[in-house]
């Protein structure tokens, strides 16, 4: 509820600065989302468009990725539309790894079923979390990576690896992604909001005994998020206990341990060493995450 406090009031700042004033940040983020300039026709036509886009954003971030990782991911990734006969049921997006023998390329997968739920000021921290710097280049790194073990390469810790693709929404607006993009922080700023109220919503549905109607309307009403994608948010809570708790977890996490080494390193931190030291590991429990980079920090100390 605290960080759900603080995300509110950076997104409230940048809103009025574009001339967003009237009613709370939930209103706004609802009225933005229903400007026609910011939804894609829900069209065939429309629905190629937002993928090319994406495309775009992938090849844009691609062209940036040195600046923070030495080590990158051999294989592509693609992003493609979610297939219409299981859209109903679907998240709205997920990732897919490679093949080992790297005969098929990554895919960052979106669910269409209604465009409207996909502005165009959210889909630029979906695609960092999806493809890169999320999912895909943490992932298949490590599965590129033969000196660790095959169950290393593709077992799934999910405060591992969701944390890091949360983590990455952050490291995009850090790097400057959004310099000229107010709006598209807007929506990094929703992302790490919805990431947060789930903490809310499923201690409220499996403690406190919420309904569903209840977890709704508390989701909508906190994220400005589409009430059909929200619905279909919680029902996966209702059956997937903590599960959605795992990222914002795993980002705290993730930062702290930056955080520590930087202060413990200071001017000998290097960003990219710090990635290459973590990302290409593989699976591992959090603890096990802590150690490694004490055991990083330690050798750079010493060096």
């Known amino acids: 509820l605290r960080q759900c406090a603080e995300i509110t009031a950076r997104m409230d700042t940048i809103l009025r600065g574009q001339g967003m004033t009237q009613g709370s940040v939930a209103e706004r983020v609802q009225a933005l989302g229903r400007d026609p300039r910011q939804i894609y026709p829900n069209t065939d036509e429309g629905k190629r468009q937002l993928l090319s886009d994406l495309g775009r ?8 990725l040195p600046e923070a990782f030495g080590r990158l991911p051999k294989a592509g990734v693609e992003a493609r539309r979610v297939p219409p006969e299981i859209e109903a049921g679907a998240p709205g997006g997920y990732y897919q790894s ?3 023998h790297g005969s098929r390329p990554g895919s960052y997968y979106i669910n269409l079923r209604d465009t409207a739920e996909w502005p165009r000021f959210t889909l630029p921290t979906l695609t960092y979390h999806e493809a890169t710097p999320g999912h895909h280049l943490q992932g298949t790194i490590a599965l590129e990576n033969e ?3 095959l169950i290393r390469r593709n077992t799934y810790f999910p405060a591992h690896g969701e944390g890091w693709a949360l983590y990455a929404e952050q490291l995009a607006d850090e790097m400057g ?5 107010p709006f598209g ?3 990094y700023l929703q992302s790490l909001l919805f990431r947060a109220a789930r903490l809310v919503v499923d201690s409220g549905l499996h403690h406190k005994r919420w309904s569903r109607e209840q977890a709704i309307r ?5 994220t400005g998020d589409q009430e059909s994608s929200i619905a279909t948010e919680v029902e996966r809570y209702c059956v997937w206990p903590a599960q959605a708790c795992s990222y914002k977890v795993g980002h705290n996490e993730w930062v702290r341990l930056r955080e520590e080494a930087k202060a413990k390193l200071g001017p000998r931190f290097d960003l990219r ?3 290459d030291a973590t990302v290409g590991v593989g699976a591992v429990p959090l603890t096990a995450l802590a150690r490694l980079v004490e055991d990083w920090s330690a050798s750079v100390a010493r060096a």
Request: proline share 7%; charged share 10%; hydrophobic share 50%.
């Open 218 to 222: 508390w989701m909508t009403g906190t």
């Open 147 to 149: 000196a660790i073990p």
């Open 177 to 181: 992604m959004y310099a000229d993009d």
């Open 185 to 187: 922080q807007v929506g």
């Open 57 to 64: 954003q992938i090849a844009a971030m691609n062209a940036r």
């Open 98 to 100: 490679p093949t080992l």
């Open 273 to 275: 060493a710090f990635h």
